[in-house]
C-alpha cells in the first residue's frame, strides 16, 4: 500500500488544491486505499468538497529540492490566478426540506441577477445549509467564507504569498466567485469587523473592483450574487446569547 504522501502528490496532481468527496472516494479505491482520513472537518471547504493538503511535486518533472531555494534574495513576484477546476456545485442532500423563505432564495439563485440577500435567524435553523440546498438544486457554484473578527481583506480579495522562493499573488474567494459568476456566501457576517472588511462596499453595490495590490480590475462574471448569513440582523447582541457579534456599517 502506497504511503498517505504519495497519494496526497497523486491527488494533487490529478485534482489540484481540492477535491469533491466522490473523486477522492473514487482515487482511493483504485489505489487500495482507505479514504476517511481525507474528508474530515478539518480539511472541508464546503458541503462535499475537501482540500488536499500536499507539497505537490509534479510526478512527470519533480525538481531536486536542493534547487529550489538557491538564491533566496532573487524573488520574483507574479500572479497566481487560482482558478477552480472543480465543481463548486454543492452535493443534494435527500433529508432537505425547503422552508420559509426558500422559494425566493431559489429563485433568486436561479435568475442568476445580482440580488444580494442578508439572512438572519438564530443558530441552528438552516440559514447556511439551506442557501447550499438551493445552490444544489438550481446547479449553482457557492464559494462559502466564513468569517471571524479576524476575517480582513487579505483573506477576502487575496494577498501575496511565498512559493517556492517566488512571491506570487493568490486571489481570495470574493475575486474567485465574481470570476466564475459564482453564489459568494458570507456565512456569519456579523463577526466580521466592519474596519476590516469595508473592501466588500462596492462589491456589495453591484460594481467591479480594483485589486490595489496587481492593477487588475476585476468585473463580476453573470450569475455573481452576494448572500451573507448572521444571528442578528447587524445591531449586535444585546442578550449576550451570542457573544462576538458586531454591530455592522
Known amino acids: 500500500m502506497m504511503s498517505k504522501e504519495d497519494f496526497l502528490n497523486i491527488a494533487a496532481n490529478k485534482f489540484g488544491a481540492s477535491a469533491t468527496k466522490k473523486e477522492l472516494k473514487t482515487l482511493a479505491i483504485e489505489n487500495a486505499m482507505g479514504w476517511g482520513w481525507l474528508t474530515t472537518p478539518e480539511n472541508r471547504i464546503s458541503h462535499g468538497v475537501y482540500q488536499i493538503n500536499a507539497q505537490v ?24 490566478n487560482g482558478g477552480f477546476s472543480e465543481n463548486l456545485v454543492p452535493e443534494k ?13 431559489r429563485d433568486v439563485i436561479k435568475s442568476q441577477m445580482f440580488y444580494p440577500i442578508y439572512i438572519t435567524g438564530l ?3 438552516g440559514k447556511t445549509f439551506g442557501v447550499e440546498q438551493e445552490c444544489a438544486n438550481t446547479k449553482r457554484e457557492v464559494i462559502r467564507v466564513n ?28 475575486i474567485k466567485a465574481m470570476e466564475r ?3 459568494l456566501l458570507l456565512d456569519e457576517i456579523d463577526l466580521a469587523n466592519p474596519a476590516k472588511v469595508m473592501c466588500l462596499q462596492s462589491i456589495l453595490e453591484g460594481g467591479g473592483y480594483f485589486v490595489k495590490k496587481t492593477g487588475e480590475y476585476v468585473k463580476p462574471k453573470k450569475g ?22 458586531n454591530v455592522m456599517n
Open 93 to 105: 442532500d435527500p433529508l432537505y426540506v425547503a422552508f420559509g423563505n426558500s422559494k425566493t432564495i
Open 147 to 174: 468569517f471571524t473578527v479576524e476575517t480582513d481583506e487579505d483573506d477576502l480579495i487575496g494577498g501575496f504569498r511565498l512559493v517556492d522562493g517566488e512571491t506570487k499573488f493568490f486571489k481570495g474567494p470574493v
Open 181 to 183: 459568476g459564482a453564489v
Open 224 to 245: 455573481f450574487t452576494v448572500i451573507s448569513t448572521a444571528n442578528t440582523k447587524g445591531k449586535g447582541s444585546d442578550d449576550g446569547r451570542f457573544i462576538g457579534t
Open 123 to 125: 443558530s441552528g435553523n
Open 57 to 80: 511535486v509534479p510526478i512527470t518533472q519533480a525538481k531536486p529540492a536542493e534547487a529550489k531555494f538557491e538564491n533566496p534574495s532573487s524573488f520574483s513576484f507574479g500572479i497566481d
